[in-house]
Structure formats: structure tokens, C-alpha cells
């Protein structure tokens, strides 16, 4: 077992509990606004987490892309549709659903106890630090920015198509009918 | 710090399960299904630190479909919204027979 020194082991622990608590509070919250809050409450301690796993461009791209713009679009839509207050009709499901849910969630907390049982594969693995020595020798960006434009350079360009259709999915499908209705 | 890693995305990404499973705003079904993402790039990037920098190229691709499907998403909420005048899942039930 590799041993790190106590500061690291305790804020490690620290964010993923805090993520782990926003996360819990974000289900139960009643009011669509609390909730997309904890959730970004969830997305700042990740991002944490990602730059103590060596990776500090991603924990930066985290806090931008995800708790700055995707749940600003989520915000902006509960305010468009006024859902700010919790709503009059049941929001949770009753009985058989919870159960299920309740079912699907031990299914999965097992998983996780089989998972932390099983061995890494030793030849797979690169030593440690090596990630650390990449960001001291390329720099935080170009250790992500080298193999996407290299090795992964397809499937870069594939997501730009993807971000394309789906900017002008969201144009139509968003976009007023009044014209198609009135015929 | 790999298995602690991997236990904290398992536990998010069972608490994103429940959360789709048990609300019924589609709002707050949809931000379920971003932190499941989210549980999923954490391990991503744990797994990066320990077997090659390629998990945190996969990480940025998800980030991206996470965001391409947000638009659609949201934009499909609002589109109902604007049928139905709800978001509750209850209410929104045309395609059943």
C-alpha cells in the first residue's frame, strides 16, 4: 500500500466527504434551486479532488465548464420556467419506486466492496509520480493537450461535430412555432 | 489513493441512481444524471494517475457530451414545459399507450 503523508490523506478525505454530503443533500432537497446549488457545492469539492489526483487543468476546466456554465444553463432554465418554488404535487415517488431505488443502490454499494477487493493489474500500471513528472516537464496543459491532439486527434474533431448538432438541435427545438402553428 | 478514489465515484454515482429513480422533476432527474458524469470522471481521473494520462483526455470528451446534452436536454424541457405547463414527470405521460 503506497503511504502519503497525513495533510493529503486528510483533505482527501475531507473534499470527498464534503462532495458525498452535497451530493445526499442535492436528492433530498424540495426546491430546484437549493438542489442545482449543492450541486455545484458537489462540482467544486470534485474539482478539488481532480487537482489532488494530478490533474490541475481539469479541476480548472470542472469549475468552468461544469459549475460555471452547465449549471448556469440549469439555473437559467428554472428561473425562464419560474420553478423556483417546490412544487404542489408529489415531487418524490412513493412506495414501489423507493424500494426499487432503495434495491438498485445496495446492488450498487456491493459492487463498490467487490471493487475495493480486487488487485490492480501490476503490469499496467505506471510508477508513481509519473503524472507529477509530466506536469513538471510539459505543464498542466500540455500533458492533457499532447495525446488529444495527437493520438485522440478523431475523435477531437467527432466532438466538434457533436457540439455543432447539438447547438443547432437545441435552436429548433427551443425556438417558437407560432408559424407552424397557425397553419 | 486509487481505492478511496474509486469508493467516493461509486457512492456518487449511487446517490445520482437514486435520484433519478425516486424524484419526479425533470429538472432535478436531469442534474442527477450530471453528477452521475461527474462520479464517473472522478474514477477517470483517478485511473489516469495511475495507469497513463489517457483517462484524463476521456475526461474532457465526457465533459463535452455533457454539455452537448445539457443543450438538447434543457432546451426538450423547455419545449414541454411550453406544452404542458409542468415539468412533474406525472403529468408528462403522451407517449404512454
Redesign the interface.
Known amino acids: 500500500m503506497?503511504s502519503?503523508p497525513l495533510f493529503?490523506?486528510f483533505h482527501?478525505?475531507l473534499f470527498?466527504i464534503i462532495?458525498?454530503a452535497s451530493?445526499?443533500l442535492?436528492?433530498t432537497r424540495k426546491s430546484?434551486v437549493s438542489?442545482?446549488m449543492w450541486?455545484v457545492s458537489?462540482?467544486f469539492s470534485?474539482a478539488a479532488?481532480?487537482v489532488?489526483?494530478?490533474?490541475p487543468?481539469?479541476g480548472v476546466?470542472?469549475v468552468l465548464?461544469?459549475a460555471g456554465?452547465?449549471m448556469v444553463?440549469?439555473l437559467f432554465?428554472?428561473m425562464?420556467?419560474n420553478?423556483g418554488q417546490p412544487?404542489e404535487?408529489?415531487?418524490?415517488?412513493s412506495g414501489g419506486?423507493?424500494l426499487?431505488?432503495?434495491l438498485?443502490?445496495l446492488a450498487?454499494?456491493a459492487?463498490?466492496f467487490a471493487?475495493?477487493r480486487a488487485h490492480?493489474v501490476p503490469g499496467?500500471?505506471?510508477p508513481r509520480g509519473?503524472?507529477a513528472e509530466?506536469i513538471n516537464s510539459m505543464g498542466a496543459v500540455g500533458?492533457?493537450a499532447g495525446?488529444?491532439f495527437t493520438?485522440?486527434l478523431l475523435?477531437f474533431e467527432v466532438?466538434s461535430v457533436?457540439?455543432l448538432?447539438?447547438?443547432v438541435?437545441?435552436?429548433m427545438?427551443?425556438k417558437q412555432r407560432r408559424a407552424a402553428d397557425a397553419r | 489513493?486509487?481505492?478511496?478514489?474509486?469508493?467516493?465515484s461509486?457512492?456518487?454515482?449511487?446517490?445520482?441512481?437514486?435520484?433519478v429513480?425516486?424524484?419526479?422533476?425533470a429538472?432535478?432527474i436531469?442534474?442527477?444524471v450530471?453528477?452521475m458524469l461527474?462520479a464517473v470522471?472522478?474514477s477517470f481521473?483517478?485511473f489516469?494517475?495511475?495507469?497513463?494520462?489517457?483517462g484524463?483526455?476521456f475526461?474532457?470528451?465526457v465533459?463535452?457530451?455533457?454539455?452537448?446534452?445539457?443543450?438538447?436536454g434543457?432546451?426538450?424541457?423547455?419545449?414541454m414545459?411550453r406544452h404542458k405547463q409542468?415539468?412533474?414527470l406525472?403529468?408528462i405521460n403522451i407517449l404512454k399507450g
Request: hydrophobic share 65%; with cysteine; glycine share 6%.
Open positions: 503506497e502519503y493529503y490523506t482527501f478525505y470527498g462532495a458525498v451530493a445526499i442535492f436528492v430546484p438542489a442545482a450541486l458537489t462540482m470534485l479532488l481532480y489532488m489526483l494530478d490533474a487543468f481539469i476546466i470542472q465548464v461544469y456554465a452547465i444553463v440549469f432554465v428554472i425562464l420556467l420553478l412544487s404535487i408529489a415531487d418524490v415517488r419506486w423507493r426499487v431505488a432503495g438498485v443502490g450498487l454499494l459492487e463498490i471493487l475495493t490492480s499496467l500500471a505506471i509519473t503524472a509530466a500533458m492533457v495525446p488529444l493520438t485522440y475523435p466532438t457533436l457540439l448538432a447539438a447547438v438541435g437545441a435552436v427545438i427551443g | 489513493m486509487l481505492a478511496e478514489a474509486i469508493f467516493f461509486a457512492v456518487l454515482f449511487t446517490i445520482g441512481v437514486i435520484g429513480l425516486t424524484r419526479r422533476n429538472i432535478i436531469f442534474m442527477c450530471e453528477l461527474n470522471n472522478l481521473v483517478a489516469a494517475r495511475a495507469y497513463g494520462v489517457a484524463q483526455v475526461v474532457f470528451f465533459m463535452t457530451v455533457a454539455a452537448a446534452e445539457a443543450a438538447v434543457l432546451a426538450i424541457i423547455i419545449a414545459f409542468t415539468v412533474n406525472q403529468n
